[in-house]
């Protein structure tokens, strides 16, 4: 591809830091990998002579979303019958260590892989992961038709393959979300499979005002200007790029059964009642193309 997508990737270089703040919160969740990658990339970060940024430790209701997300997200990929996963700004999410045995590609920006590769080397060395040969990392933007068409060449042709995405959509705008998209649509056209994502909408509150809620997260852009307004004008965005989800596709974050049994609620002192209002109108969703009699 052209130098568009190449300016693209470099132009992107200041949403890395966004993944250190998830992976912070997720320490709070029971992912066995998610402390030690948080303490490895913080290190190598400031080694490199970057300041870390502010956790903003008050925000505790990050912690029991980012438990909540991993939860929906797994549950998702099961529904989805995920057999070979493209993992897109997948930042240091643990998902790839723990999803044993398929093949998983992430692709996230070089400098992102870059600190990622070294955080699983350092931790494979002490004994903490396994480096397993189909867990690959590939750099480039997922903006780039160049860069998916790397990522996809990993996987076997003859199965589907399931997209995965998470709090990554938040950060583009929607000329991006939609080259995204039909990166997507080509991959899904040409392997079949689905999309697995949440969608970056703007909740809000019962008087049916916006409510604040999100963060930029230590990224310049205003990740409030760029949300859709609502989760319809999101999906209708989907449908736009022939891109469908139906409720039984969907799991809200606050439904019951998700929000029971996470250990992050004791830990940043929060109920049920107070997580469940705060994730009141999210949801992940799987996706599939519009009219499509693949799986
Ligand atoms: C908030 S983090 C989310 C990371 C991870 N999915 C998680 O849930 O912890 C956003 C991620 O998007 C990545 N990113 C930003 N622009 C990108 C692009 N154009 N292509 C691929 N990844 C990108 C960032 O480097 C970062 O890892």
Redesign the pocket.
Known sequence: MGSPAKA?VES?DD??P??L???YWRQYGNDPHAGPIFETAAAIWQQCGAPLPDFRKDERYHGPTMEIRQKVGDLLLKKAVATQVLD??????PRGLSKLGIPYVE???PV?TTLKEMVLQRLHRTGLVERRPNHILVPG???DPDTFAQAVSHFDRAKPVTVFS???LH?LNNDQRAQVATNVVRVLTEFGGAWVTDLPHLPLGSDGAPVPRFQN?GTSRDVRGLAFADQDTALKFFAGQRLVTKPEDSIAYADPGILSGLVSLDRVDLTKAEVAKKQSTWAMHIFHLAGSTRA
């Open positions: 693209s992107f949403i890395a966004t993944a703040f998830t992976a897109l700004g997948a930042g240091l999410s692709l996230d920006i992102m933007s997922a903006l998470e709090g990554f950060y997260l």
